[in-house]
């Protein structure tokens, strides 16, 4: 089946204890994204990814970190994360920009005390 | 700055009556424009997008939009909505930026309610 696969789904953590969401999807797209989503703004666009090794900002990649070292993997990292930093956060991948649909991974509820 | 801007963040209808969802957008040049929808405890999954050609794009589960130019708008309906469709729809655009790439950026999201 194809899909984008995160983990964990729901992860409560404390402020400063580094963490990473894995996301992963098996439909060989080039273009990868994470967002976070918040009430009344929507998704908004942490990093994305336009192939391996090639990363780049989104609107709110302040405290954030991403790798992409294989093409089907494109975990999010926060080294010391912050209370502000809860939220619910979505992986997605495209085969390519413009027109192409994304297709969105379950989302990872993120809570840090 | 492009935007995309949904009139309503809540909409509460009746089983049977028409959903109408507004979106517009800020743009100098025409976008691709998509609607999402998120059921609860889900991600996100494609109802429909425009790219080009006709102005009017059906999508899954009997909703369909219109890309008004002149209006800036892309309005999301269903002629009869079904307890099924509760969820939170979000209307996107995608804009070419230099680099090459292309960025997807929503709106805050609409609250569909339907009360039997």
């Known amino acids: 089946e194809a899909q984008v696969t995160q983990n964990p789904r729901y992860l409560i953590t404390v402020t400063g204890k580094k963490l990473t969401v894995t996301c992963s999807q098996n439909m060989n797209h080039e273009y990868m994204s994470w967002y976070r989503q918040d009430p009344g703004l929507g998704l908004r666009q942490i990093y994305y990814?336009?192939?391996?090794?090639?990363?780049d900002k989104g609107d709110v990649p302040e405290r954030y970190k991403v790798s992409r070292k294989e093409k089907r993997n494109f975990p999010l990292i926060l080294e010391s994360p912050s209370p502000n930093q809860t939220s619910l956060y979505f992986c997605?991948?495209?085969?390519?920009?413009?027109?192409?649909?994304?297709?969105f991974g379950p989302g990872t509820r993120l809570t840090v005390t | 700055a492009q935007s995309v801007t949904q009139l309503g963040s809540h909409v509460s209808v009746s089983e049977g009556a028409l959903v109408l969802l507004r979106c517009n957008y800020s743009s100098s040049v025409p976008p691709y424009l998509f609607w999402y929808v998120q059921y609860p405890n889900q991600g996100l999954q494609l109802l429909l997008k425009?790219?080009?050609?006709?102005?009017l794009v059906k999508g899954i589960n009997g909703f369909e939009a219109e890309f008004k130019k002149s209006e800036t708008s892309f309005h999301l309906t269903k002629p009869s909505a079904h307890m099924s469709d509760a969820a939170e729809y979000f209307c996107?655009?995608?804009?070419?930026?230099?680099?090459?790439?292309?960025?997807?950026?929503f709106g805050a999201g609409t609250r569909l309610a339907v009360h039997p």
């Open positions: 997605a991948s495209s085969p390519y920009g413009g027109a192409s649909e994304q297709y």
């Open positions: 990814s336009m192939n391996v090794e090639v990363t």
């Open positions: 996107a655009v995608s804009l070419m930026f230099s680099g090459g790439y292309n960025k997807l950026i």
């Open positions: 425009y790219t080009t050609g006709a102005t």
